[in-house]
């Protein structure tokens, strides 16, 4: 019985994988996995620390009024409605009559989702931060930007890095909705090859386990970050 267990799983290996060299399928996948996870991330913590120091200025100072409530608005929206739902419109309504790189919209559409969420999460640790610093940065002479750059954001990314941590890896798995506008993505990869096998067990598995191999890394890199920093702190 463990002998016919192995044949099988063999045998499953060699048609999910080898045959027809359908491991191309897997690879090509996992860089556009890659790729799109990685450059969103980018996106989603520029657009993201940018969208909280607006809002957050506009809660201390009364400036960015106009600027302040379209972030709310987006923010809002972003939030609210499936990822899935805003990669289809961004592909089939936005860029619908626009040559552009399938995975280009992949990017855009998982970066300004993430956006969102790392603004949230920067503006909770913007709060988390005593006032008291921020009126003492004022006494010396600092603007907003420049107590935010000096002072408070170093210490509130200290303060969220695993709740960033746990939205990075989030959106690696996010990605995983990209085979609805026709990229090649992890998952898409595994459903081609067993649209040829017919069968769906192994590649699915083997799917999983990248995904988990990819998301158990990011994790052990956030821990090995934060403990960097409890390190500097002390």
Excluded: W
């Excluded at 899935?84 to 855009?108: A, E, H, P, W």
């Excluded at 898409?188 to 649209?195: E, G, R, T």
């Excluded at 988990?212 to 052990?220: C, F, H, N, R």
């Amino acid at each position: 019985m463990v002998l016919d267990f192995f044949s099988s799983l063999s045998d499953d290996f060699y048609k999910s994988l080898v045959y027809q060299e359908r491991y191309q399928f897997v690879l090509k996948g996992l860089g556009n996995t890659i790729v799109m996870a990685l450059f969103a991330t980018i996106i989603g913590v520029l657009l993201g620390v940018l969208i909280a120091l607006i809002i957050d200025c506009n809660n201390k100072t009364g400036k960015f009024g106009l600027l302040s409530g379209i972030c709310k608005t987006y923010v809002s929206i972003i939030r609210g409605t499936p990822v899935l739902l805003q990669l289809m419109i961004i592909y089939y309504v936005i860029f619908k009559s626009v040559d552009i790189n399938i995975v280009l919209v992949g990017i855009i559409a998982f970066g300004l989702n993430s956006a969102a969420y790392v603004s949230e999460i920067i503006k909770s640790g913007i709060i988390s931060i005593h006032k008291g610093q921020y009126e003492a940065s004022k006494a010396l002479g600092f603007n907003y930007f420049e107590t935010m750059r000096y002072v408070i954001l170093p210490q509130a990314i200290r303060n969220i890095l695993p709740a960033l941590g746990n939205e990075f890896i989030t959106l690696l798995k996010e990605t995983s909705v990209a085979g609805y506008i026709g990229i090649v993505d992890l998952t898409k990869a595994s459903d081609i090859i067993a649209s040829r096998t017919y069968d769906y067990f192994f590649p699915l598995i083997l799917i999983a386990i990248i995904y988990l191999i990819m998301t158990l890394g990011l994790s052990k890199l956030v821990n090995l970050m934060e403990r960097k920093l409890s390190n500097v702190r002390n």
